[in-house]
């Protein structure tokens, strides 16, 4: 679709985004202003950041914590004139998804091209995209959930487990066919545990069914117009919540760089060439990301009795195949978390102490994740086999190579302690060898993110 084909956003949408940009608390403006230093960089160390994934890390101000500050990761450093031509695009997208949807119901964001700095004095200001997020009191209902969907295709073992599931899922939902509608509608939340409680929801409750019918409808109006696929992988991007008796929903940052012809081009290439998710960015979430992003869509239209949202996205069976089997372009970290997010420790162990004599990188990410899914299982009452397996996951976090980023030091010391105490409730003793962690901080994977939901970097 050529940018001249684009509906322009009427002046009363345009009007209500600049209303809502002016009614917060502090205006975008004054709060950058207050963040920026004297040479015209926003110096970072002096925010505190709060997560990071796979295309922005977030930070906050102590001082203005009703605003977040975004940084665009790949924007880092790259030429302005690039970044420029990006800026504009992600405006242009964001407007048509303001006409659509309704500016009420997006989180508005504002973003513009910035030199960013660390803490350390050699460290050069660099440009980036940084865009200005208000904290939204959506995210405060005691009654919501994410939209968020599971890349199936990033999880052997389910697709192991699901094969015949997986398969008429597929047909199903992303091509023509559709005598195995009553079928896949019943079981797509196996693929997808979290669809389960929605599924029972949109059969119960009127008022979801409602905004979930908005929010496909809106959807399918969006990409009918853009050509943009939405990002419905990042945790709350698209949040469903109780406001009052009623359920509504916001979008947050749902635009990225996905559409529907990238997706159908790379969906081809994998048939010659599955290596090619390994070569860019670019090439990873259409692969991984796209197909259950719209296997999801296309499995909830179905549940309430609309058409699909996104129809012309087709997979052969050739292609879906060749999808079954593209973990295996992902390497041995993500057999690795995937047995231990399937609760198979023991087999997570043996498999991560391999990949350990021939590891050629230090893997941080590796490790705390591993340790804290472990401790979660634990947490949750799940069994240990032995003291020996407590230990060993314990060892794996207390590494003195390990350099955790500080957002997540909290969460690692917690699991630490907790190894601690439950190896003192089985043996009677305290291992006070194992009570802290290095505290080192620079940057690395999230460590709370499934691998199957990082991008890569």
Same mark, same amino acid.
């Given at each position: 679709?050529?940018?001249?084909?684009?509906?322009?956003?009427?002046?009363?949408?345009?009007?209500?985004?600049?209303?809502?940009?002016?009614?917060?608390?502090?205006?975008?403006?004054?709060?950058?202003?207050?963040?920026?230093?004297?040479?015209?960089?926003?110096?970072?160390?002096?925010?505190?950041?709060?997560?990071?994934?796979?295309?922005?890390?977030?930070?906050?101000?102590?001082?203005?914590?009703?605003?977040?500050?975004?940084?665009?990761?790949?924007?880092?450093?790259?030429?302005?004139?690039?970044?420029?031509?990006?800026?504009?695009?992600?405006?242009?997208?964001?407007?048509?998804?303001?006409?659509?949807?309704?500016?009420?119901?997006?989180?508005?964001?504002?973003?513009?091209?910035?030199?960013?700095?660390?803490?350390?004095?050699?460290?050069?200001?660099?440009?980036?995209?940084?865009?200005?997020?208000?904290?939204?009191?959506?995210?405060?209902?005691?009654?919501?959930?994410?939209?968020?969907?599971?890349?199936?295709?990033?999880?052997?073992?389910?697709?192991?487990?699901?094969?015949?599931?997986?398969?008429?899922?597929?047909?199903?939902?992303?091509?023509?066919?559709?005598?195995?509608?009553?079928?896949?509608?019943?079981?797509?939340?196996?693929? @997808?545990? #979290? !669809? %389960?409680?929605?599924?029972?929801?949109?059969?119960?409750?009127?008022? &979801?069914? *409602?905004?979930?019918? $908005?929010?496909?409808?809106?959807?399918?109006?969006?990409?009918?117009?853009?050509?943009?696929?939405?990002?419905?992988?990042?945790?709350?991007?698209?949040?469903?919540?109780?406001?009052?008796? @009623?359920? #509504? !929903? %916001?979008?947050?940052?749902?635009?990225?760089?996905?559409?529907?012809? &990238?997706? *159908?081009?790379?969906? $081809?290439?994998?048939?010659?060439?599955?290596?090619?998710?390994?070569?860019?960015?670019?090439?990873?979430?259409?692969?991984?990301?796209?197909?259950?992003?719209?296997?999801?869509?296309?499995?909830?239209?179905?549940?309430?009795?609309?058409?699909?949202?996104?129809?012309?996205?087709?997979?052969?069976?050739?292609?879906?195949?060749?999808?079954?089997?593209?973990?295996?372009?992902?390497?041995?970290?993500?057999?690795?978390?995937?047995?231990?997010?399937?609760?198979?420790?023991?087999?997570?162990?043996?498999?991560?102490?391999?990949?350990?004599?021939?590891?050629?990188?230090?893997?941080?990410?590796?490790?705390?994740?591993?340790?804290?899914?472990?401790?979660?299982?634990?947490?949750?009452?799940?069994?240990?086999?032995?003291?020996?397996?407590?230990?060993?996951?314990?060892?794996?976090?207390?590494?003195?190579?390990?350099?955790?980023?500080?957002?997540?030091?909290?969460?690692?010391?917690?699991?630490?302690?907790?190894?601690?105490?439950?190896?003192?409730?089985?043996?009677?003793?305290?291992?006070?060898?194992?009570?802290?962690?290095?505290?080192?901080?620079?940057?690395?994977?999230?460590?709370?993110?499934?691998?199957?939901?990082?991008?890569?970097?």
């Amino acid at each position: 679709m050529t940018h001249q084909n684009r509906k322009i956003p009427s002046s009363s949408t345009l009007w209500v985004v600049k209303k809502i940009q002016t009614d917060l608390k502090i205006a975008v403006d004054l709060f950058l202003t207050k963040i920026t230093d004297f040479d015209g960089s926003i110096d970072l160390s002096s925010l505190k950041k709060i997560a990071g994934g796979g295309t922005h890390d977030v930070f906050q101000s102590e001082k203005h914590p009703e605003l977040l500050l975004k940084v665009m990761k790949h924007s880092v450093g790259k030429d302005k004139d690039e970044l420029s031509v990006h800026l504009q695009f992600h405006e242009d997208q964001c407007k048509i998804l303001y006409e659509t949807f309704n500016p009420s119901r997006c989180i508005i964001e504002n973003r513009s091209i910035r030199l960013i700095k660390n803490a350390s004095a050699d460290d050069q200001s660099q440009v980036a995209i940084v865009s200005v997020v208000p904290f939204d009191s959506c995210f405060e209902s005691k009654e919501k959930f994410g939209f968020n969907v599971k890349p199936t295709e990033l999880d052997p073992l389910l697709i192991k487990s699901k094969k015949h599931l997986y398969q008429r899922a597929n047909k199903a939902l992303l091509s023509k066919e559709t005598k195995d509608d009553f079928y896949v509608i019943k079981n797509y939340p196996s693929l @997808d545990e #979290q !669809f %389960k409680k929605i599924f029972e929801l949109l059969e119960t409750d009127a008022s &979801l069914e *409602k905004a979930m019918r $908005e929010f496909l409808t809106s959807y399918k109006a969006f990409y009918k117009k853009s050509g943009a696929l939405l990002d419905t992988i990042g945790t709350d991007n698209v949040l469903f919540y109780k406001s009052g008796n @009623d359920w #509504q !929903f %916001k979008l947050g940052s749902v635009i990225k760089h996905d559409n529907g012809i &990238l997706t *159908k081009r790379t969906l $081809e290439a994998i048939k010659k060439n599955p290596g090619i998710v390994n070569q860019s960015f670019e090439y990873f979430t259409p692969i991984y990301f796209m197909p259950a992003c719209i296997r999801a869509l296309n499995a909830c239209a179905k549940k309430i009795g609309i058409e699909k949202v996104i129809d012309d996205i087709i997979l052969d069976p050739h292609t879906i195949d060749i999808l079954a089997k593209m973990h295996e372009q992902r390497g041995k970290s993500l057999f690795i978390i995937n047995h231990a997010e399937h609760k198979q420790f023991a087999k997570a162990l043996e498999l991560f102490h391999q990949h350990e004599l021939e590891e050629k990188q230090y893997d941080t990410a590796l490790r705390g994740m591993l340790g804290t899914c472990y401790w979660k299982h634990i947490k949750e009452g799940g069994k240990a086999d032995s003291p020996e397996e407590i230990k060993s996951y314990l060892k794996i976090l207390c590494d003195s190579r390990n350099q955790f980023p500080d957002f997540v030091k909290t969460s690692v010391a917690e699991a630490i302690a907790g190894l601690n105490n439950t190896i003192n409730l089985m043996e009677g003793k305290l291992d006070n060898s194992l009570t802290s962690i290095e505290e080192k901080s620079e940057p690395t994977s999230l460590l709370k993110t499934p691998i199957s939901r990082i991008k890569p970097t």
